[in-house]
């Protein structure tokens, strides 16, 4: 067995603790098994429901890394109560006094706590929480199911979010033989780079190589000559292209793997000439072969342009709009034929006509059906919110009213409708082709939205796929949170939105140093922060309704003040469910519905939304490219397509489609779809959880199968 150390094992017992289970390694001390259980049980919530005699003290500490525990005091100790006792010039002194430590304009008190509110003492904890039921397994065991975790997420044709990639590199470093697909470019790419094993390049195209050298730039880049900082370049052109050797060598020898058996389709690469051309003279490649030769040559210029989009727009030219989506189908895939819908039923000349170009995308696959369905629902003629996804951030653009005027591919109403319900139908009917058997699906599924662009996202406990919804019971509140270390200041704020998505009123430590209220309390602004600090909100909603009744969504986003990303700094965000009167610690590990660590290259991440009408947590986990260091509300519009996700498909309707029969017990189901099922799993039958992303994945690319539980 490969020799793995304890970082690495951190980074599985990480993933593992989010699917529900506790590892035990070989040969631990299992004397203290009773405490530990009592511990667990405890502090976090957690019972032990299989294998209870392995339990060792090491699980406390992975609890608390997931869950956490030793959370710094937020700017308030007291926080709510003192917060509403302290007048607005105290909390204005309480500021004062915090910047001047931060910022070095003298050491007038100790900072992380307020100076002015009175002493306070908590009731004893008795608040009502949520069991959360976990199993403990060996080292053997634990390795078997990260493999098929690992193989079903490395099965997904979408990108991976940043710590699921970081995972599935490092098990793929130790167990290679564990890749045997990997429909996803993104993720192939990533593989290649970080192993340097060229086995992975079976998985591109040569046309994919472009976006290799791309990668390779952004991350192993050499600085500009003179230049004091590394940059981290785009390859709009090859010019600014700075490779090292190792990383001009391997794009060279994927090359050759192209040019080493059956020709490759270098149409595609017509597209990019001008950058296959840098490419190829920065790397300094030597064709091995003629075919490698010709390509070279005709990537230098020398020869008609052959691109299948030139073919493309030539029959668009023409208004031959199904001989141009036939041409693009066949040349570069049926995905992209659906990339270009829009364009193609602008220019069709009757509903016939559309009708069949929609028919000719009979051959798409569940995932981007499900994406296309939810962009003809938000489908608009007004000014577009554009996304773009890469390096698993988020980056928007609003249509300007120049660009609104100038857009030429516009769909009629009618035919949007159309489009629509033709692309829903063809999903059930694909879903009903899978037939997988006798399933159950739990109550509350119908609000988990199906995981569509999670690689935008951060990992943790309790992450749920975008848009999916969990209820806040009455007589509950809700307590938003974020604490830090390695940075001074990171801000936690909300914004109100109206039912239309435009924008109400913003809570942050701007507008609420001379503002609290019993309807939201905000702990205050923590600065000095470097050692450990924390940010907290409270809404009661139906105070909150009765004071801003024009607001229907709250939405919550972190930003990291000092200017650094958050992937430099340790900082966690989530929420917890309370009872109206508060009792226990302000940061009580019981209550905690989701707690994930914010890694990407950023200093913007936008974390949930508060629904105040259906008082729903609906799931964001947005990543966004920006380096804005106070919160601002330009982007937050963009959200509101998100809220419906799971009305448009969710588990429920995503395993009652695939199913040859629905079941009313679980024991009676092949596959089981729930969160509350702690029953023993006979052979055969499998269960999906909410949080089993890359198991839902399988299913959505075909390769979802019956067996016992990984």
Known sequence: MAVIDQAVWNIFEDHLFTKGYLVNYTGEDRQDCVRVLYTLANVFGIRVKRNPHLAVWRMAAAAQRNIGTEVPAPFYTGFPQSVLKLTEEQRLIDQLIHYSVTYGLGDFSQPGHSRLEEEFRRLAFREKTEIREFDIVEEDEALKLLAACVSAMLSSARPLSRDAEALAVQFVRLFPDTVTACPCKDTAIRLLMETRDLCFARFLRL???????????????????????????????????????????????????????????????????????????????????EAADSFVQAMRGRGKNKSVLAAFEAAMAEKNILQAADLLAAGKGIGAAARSLNYMLSRCQNETDADALLSRLEGLNPIILIQMIAQYRHYRTSARTFRFVRRHMLTTHLETKQETEARRSVVPERVRERAENRLREMLMKKLAEKAIGKVYVEDGMEKIAVPLQEGTGSSGYGVLPRGSRVRIPEGNKLRCFTYWEKVDDIDLACFGLGEDGAWQEEFSWRTMWDSQDQCITFSGDETSGYNGGSEFFDVRIPRFREVYPDIRYLVFTDNVYSGVHFDTVLCTAGYMIREEEDSGGIFEPKTVRSSFRITVHSTYA?????????????????????????????????????????????????????????????????????????????????????????????????????????
């Open 606 to 710: 936008v974390l949930f939304a508060l629904d105040l009408k259906e008082r729903e947590i609906v799931w964001l986990n947005l990543g966004m490219n920006s380096s804005e260091t106070i919160a601002g509300d330009s982007e937050i519009a963009m959200v509101l397509d998100y809220l419906d996700a799971a009305d448009i498909a969710n588990l429920r309707m995503l395993f009652r489609g695939m199913a040859t029969e629905t079941v009313d017990r679980p024991e009676d189901a092949d596959v089981i779809v729930a969160d509350h099922y702690s029953g023993e799993l006979r052979e055969g039958q499998r269960l999906i959880r909410s949080t089993d992303h890359e198991k839902i994945f399988e299913y959505l690319n075909g390769t979802g199968r019956n067996h016992n539980q990984e």
């Open 207 to 289: 046309p994919d190589i472009i976006r290799l050298a791309d990668e390779i730039n952004y991350a192993y880049g050499l600085p500009p000559a003179g230049a004091e900082e590394k940059t981290k370049p785009e390859m709009t052109c090859a010019k600014k292209l700075n490779l090292r050797n190792r990383d001009r060598k391997l794009i060279s020898d994927a090359i050759d793997l192209f040019f080493g058996g059956d020709l490759p389709d270098i149409r595609e690469c017509y597209e990019k000439r001008r950058l296959w051309a840098g490419l190829l003279h920065h790397i300094h490649y030597r064709p091995k072969n």
